[in-house]
């Protein structure tokens, strides 16, 4: 990681920034919000700094610690009533540009991968196809909430398929980790993410994509009013 150049980490650290503030204006600028989601980074940042997480031989593998949490939070939200009323109420118009993200996130991992700290299974090269939900995201945008031209069914295929894509690449990295149950990358496993900033990848941005398809899924199978689609 030593020869990884600073403006990749620094590219990176912008990208998870834009994520966070993107999902607080959704959030309708929720205070709370975003000093849980900030708070919840820095501790990654600080206990990545301390090296916790390059420890590949400790049992449970270490990258639980970044992975669980946030599942564990995206679990709770979606079965009880006040996580579900949390849901109801983001912006699933800016919930759906949020998506736009992920268009400099797959840049990065093939930067990544191109100084041998991720797979090639990671990235557009690979099998990593979520390129196409961040370009498609502002087409959906544009033609769903500004011109209005796409029904809710589309827009419910479109979030189901960008999280099947989403779902895709998290287990391929999963499994690319120079864990025993590694089945990818075994020339180039999957480390960047041990390290800072991009520990930020699986315990920040990730979560945050997740949950917006989870909240406009929901949005769109349970609409509270007509006024979802204005």
């Given at each position: 990681?030593?020869?990884?150049?600073?403006?990749?980490?620094?590219i990176?650290?912008?990208?998870?920034?834009?994520?966070?503030?993107?999902?607080?204006?959704?959030?309708?600028?929720?205070?709370?919000?975003?000093?849980?989601?900030?708070?919840?980074?820095?501790?990654?940042m600080?206990?990545?700094?301390?090296?916790?997480?390059?420890?590949?031989?400790?049992?449970?593998?270490?990258?639980?610690?970044?992975?669980?949490?946030?599942?564990?939070?995206?679990?709770?939200?979606?079965?009880?009533?006040?996580?579900?009323?949390?849901?109801?109420?983001?912006?699933?118009?800016?919930?759906?540009?949020?998506?736009?993200?992920?268009?400099?996130?797959?840049?990065?991992?093939?930067?990544?991968?191109?100084?041998?700290?991720?797979?090639?299974?990671?990235?557009?090269?690979?099998?990593?196809?979520?390129?196409?939900?961040?370009?498609?995201?502002?087409?959906?945008?544009?033609?769903?909430?500004?011109?209005?031209?796409?029904?809710?069914?589309v827009?419910?295929?479109?979030?189901?398929?960008?999280?099947?894509?989403?779902?895709?690449?998290?287990?391929?990295?999963?499994?690319?980790?120079?864990?025993?149950?590694?089945?990818?990358?075994?020339?180039?496993p999957?480390i960047?993410?041990?390290?800072?900033?991009?520990?930020?990848?699986?315990?920040?941005?990730?979560?945050?994509?997740?949950?917006s398809?989870?909240?406009?899924?929901?949005?769109?199978?349970?609409?509270?009013?007509?006024?979802?689609?204005?």
């Amino acid at each position: 990681m030593e020869t990884l150049p600073l403006y990749i980490s620094l590219i990176f650290v912008l990208i998870t920034l834009l994520t966070v503030f993107a999902f607080y204006k959704a959030a309708k600028q929720s205070k709370v919000t975003l000093f849980v989601i900030l708070s919840w980074l820095i501790i990654q940042m600080m206990v990545s700094y301390t090296g916790f997480y390059t420890n590949t031989q400790a049992i449970p593998p270490r990258s639980i610690f970044f992975l669980a949490p946030p599942l564990l939070c995206i679990c709770i939200l979606s079965i009880t009533s006040s996580g579900k009323y949390f849901l109801s109420q983001l912006d699933i118009k800016t919930l759906t540009l949020l998506h736009s993200i992920r268009i400099p996130v797959e840049l990065v991992l093939f930067w990544l991968f191109s100084y041998k700290v991720i797979p090639e299974v990671m990235t557009f090269e690979g099998r990593n196809l979520d390129i196409l939900s961040g370009l498609s995201a502002p087409f959906i945008y544009y033609f769903g909430f500004v011109r209005q031209q796409l029904n809710r069914t589309v827009l419910l295929v479109w979030n189901i398929l960008c999280l099947v894509l989403l779902l895709n690449v998290v287990i391929h990295a999963i499994l690319s980790f120079p864990y025993p149950f590694q089945q990818f990358g075994f020339d180039q496993p999957n480390i960047a993410v041990l390290h800072f900033p991009f520990v930020w990848l699986p315990s920040g941005v990730v979560p945050l994509v997740l949950l917006s398809h989870i909240a406009s899924i929901r949005q769109l199978l349970y609409p509270i009013n007509s006024s979802t689609l204005n």
